[in-house]
């Protein structure tokens, strides 16, 4: 019984036929790429904070919404800054008006002190007529001396005035550079793809309110094995395709290669624009790319995954009459997809593999084709 089992399963491995898949080798392109995984990121984005601390009154756009430069986007609180700039412009008032004042003042004093030292001149004439005693003398003297002094008191009120007057001004430029703060306005054309407040919220200096990217530059930051650096060129094609879209690709552009790697996964940043994207995208969004290195035309093509190994040589299987023969090939220029034959096939030959993937083809065993 057991020697009519195995020599029923000898005859079945040896003369009953694997149903297997067939693909016909011909002549076509391949490219080959680098692959990378990364995110969808923009070139330029800003925060949008406020300089100042302060409760939002409005905000004028929201997540989703294209915005254009210099529109008012944000506006907080400002009476209480608007009482500070008057009591500014106040102080700013006050400070001319003293000016004004002293130097009026300084104006009198020069006069009285004019005419204090022509009485001084007039006296020391006098005193060498003797037509005054010399006590009178000294008491012109002095009388021109403290009108000199009131003179010197004057210009100093003055000056003082003056500085009181500039600071009172950059006191009223701080407020009104504080009061104009109120008001965020949008830095550049772009997307607002984060919002993080809402009216009535009290924000710190520098809390991010929203977050806006420009669409002008949106690339891939993709993520590739350090070992694949000397084959990537700024300006290579590359193709993107987003695990939203697995079945469709989209055209980029090598931008920016990263000059640092990481020092745990020895992967380095490869920036690809993207010169079309999806109707609907979101900053983040993950994505594989595909760098094309470089291109063959017009070579025997054949799927990767038909591609074998045996005692360490690469080969496929090719039917001949009837049956699976093993033939070893060389493999050239690949990607993901397709691969060169350089060696061992030409076009117009068939490729054999199981039609179920659990079935393992030996050399010489009998097929059936399709």
């Given amino acids: 019984m057991i020697v009519a089992v195995i020599g029923a399963g000898t005859y079945w491995m040896a ?6 898949r067939t693909y016909r080798v011909e002549r076509g392109d391949v490219a080959a790429e680098v692959m990378g995984t990364g995110t969808l990121e923009a070139r330029v984005k800003s925060t949008i904070s406020p300089k100042i601390a302060g409760r939002i009154e ?61 009485e001084r001149d007039r006296g020391q004439s006098l005193v060498a007529h003797n037509a005054i005693s010399n006590s009178d003398l000294d008491k012109v003297i002095e009388a021109a001396a403290t009108a000199e002094s009131g003179v010197a008191r004057a210009e100093a ?48 200096t520098g809390s991010p309110i929203l977050l806006l990217v420009s669409t002008d530059v949106l690339w891939i930051s993709a993520w590739v094995d350090e070992t694949e650096l000397g084959r990537l060129r700024e300006g290579q094609p590359a193709r993107v395709v987003f695990r939203a879209e697995p079945e469709r690709c989209y055209e980029g552009r090598v931008a920016r290669l990263g000059k640092e790697t990481d020092r745990e996964t020895r992967e380095c940043l490869v920036d690809v624009r993207m010169l079309k994207l999806p109707n609907d995208f979101a900053v983040g969004q993950r994505a594989e790319v595909y760098v094309e290195t470089g291109r063959k035309q ?15 040589r690469p080969g496929v299987f090719v039917a001949s009459e009837g049956r699976a023969a093993w033939r070893d090939v060389v ?28 079935v393992k083809l030996e050399p010489g065993q009998r097929i059936s084709m399709p």
């Fill in 15 to 20: 003369f009953a036929p694997v149903a297997v």
């Fill in 331 to 358: 493999p050239g220029m690949r990607n993901r997809d397709v691969m060169e034959v350089a060696e061992g096939l030409r076009p117009g030959e068939t490729v054999v593999a199981p039609a179920d993937a659990a």
């Fill in 298 to 312: 017009a070579v025997p093509l054949l799927p990767c995954r038909l591609l074998l190994w045996r005692d360490a």
């Fill in 58 to 118: 409005e905000i004028m756009a929201d997540q989703g919404d294209r915005v254009k430069a210099g529109r008012l986007l944000v506006r907080l609180d400002e009476e209480e800054l608007k009482r500070q700039a008057e009591i500014a412009e106040a102080g700013v008032a006050t400070a001319r008006a003293a000016i004004d004042r002293l130097t009026a003042d300084k104006q009198s004093a020069a006069a009285v002190a004019k005419q204090a030292m022509r």
């Fill in 157 to 204: 009120a003055v000056v003082e005035a003056r500085q009181q007057l500039v600071a009172a001004e950059k006191t009223l430029a701080f407020h009104r550079a504080q009061l104009s703060d109120t008001r965020i306005m949008v830095p550049f054309d772009g997307l607002i793809v984060r919002r993080q407040h809402d009216p009535g919220d009290v924000v710190a």
